[in-house]
């Protein structure tokens, strides 16, 4: 039995370019950290079958479950090679318990996704070469591929080719106070089809001034370059993240942003104790889903 542990993603920075590649994507270029909010996975052999048992009754547990298509993706690489052709009859029990919040912008399932590679290649006894790891990224995108590396990282994307570079820096303390609506958005592609182009990409001089903030430990540096691409674009069809902005502010947050493709909003606090006050307030105001306290990993 082996044991993984999958961590909240979280963006600091979100910068997207207006132009599509000839591909059909749009370049991206992130600034990311892992939070102690987290999923935990298990992983057992059986013979053949691929299962997922998970906790959270509204989360498929078949081809649309991240943790199940990345194993029978996993399967299929083992299968092909000739080198384990004595392995085909591989199988796994897998049980998912959910901590981190579902369609909010954390990436829970594609941190699951890196898990069970992760989780699957231990119990099964094997190792992937990077060609094979960037044809599963192809199929399982970039929080999948950011996930395997985790830290506090600069992730770069053009088209499915996605390149992570660890930062030589720690986070400050900070202390977070998410938000989660009830309501939800549809996807993250339906918010990529909704992007607002024209405020879009104009802000990468705060990533450069962000990355110089984190280097020399500027808290306040940090707090004023925090940027996301997809919030003028999520506002006019969302109205309820701006409204958890302005909750987050009154209950003393000294920044905010959104989370992801939304449309959780994370509030930044410079002490636990602030952060639960915060968080007592709030969890009487109507439209709520759920407030968590968390802070970085470093």
């Not at 905010?256 to 509030?267: D, E, P, Q, T």
Request: proline share 4%; glycine share 8%.
């Amino acid at each position: 039995m082996v044991h993984k542990i999958a961590y909240a993603k979280f963006d600091l920075a979100i910068h997207i370019k207006p132009k599509k590649t000839a591909d059909g994507y749009f370049p991206v270029h992130y600034i990311d950290c892992q939070i102690d909010l987290c999923d935990k996975l298990t992983f057992e052999n059986q013979i053949e079958k691929i299962e997922v048992i998970c906790d959270e009754p509204t989360l498929p547990v078949d081809e649309d479950n991240f943790v199940y298509k990345t194993a029978i993706l996993l399967k299929k690489i083992v299968d092909n090679k000739q080198s384990f052709s004595s392995n085909k009859r591989l199988g796994a029990k897998i049980t998912l318990l959910k901590g981190i919040p579902i369609k909010a912008g954390f990436g829970g399932g594609s941190s699951d996704a890196a898990a069970t590679l992760l989780g699957l290649c231990r119990l099964w006894q094997i190792r992937l070469d990077d060609n094979q790891i960037k044809s599963l990224t192809r199929e399982l995108g970039k929080d999948f591929y950011y996930s395997l590396h985790g830290r506090l990282s600069e992730v770069v994307g053009k088209g499915k080719n996605y390149q992570v570079t660890a930062l030589s820096s720690r986070l400050p303390e900070l202390w977070l106070l998410i938000v989660v609506p009830l309501s939800e958005k549809p996807s993250t592609s339906w918010v990529y089809e909704h992007l607002d182009t024209k405020n879009i990409g104009r802000n990468f001089d705060k990533i450069e001034k962000l990355k110089m903030a984190i280097l020399k430990n500027d808290k306040m540096g940090i707090l004023k370059n925090l940027t996301n691409d997809f919030e003028d674009s999520v506002l006019p069809n969302f109205p309820i993240v701006g409204k958890m902005k302005d909750d987050l502010a009154q209950v003393g947050a000294q920044a905010s942003i959104m989370a992801g493709s939304g449309l959780a909003v994370v509030g930044f606090f410079d002490s636990l104790k602030k952060a639960e006050e915060g968080k007592n307030k709030l969890k009487s105001r109507r439209g709520l889903k759920q407030i968590f306290v968390a802070r970085p990993i470093n």
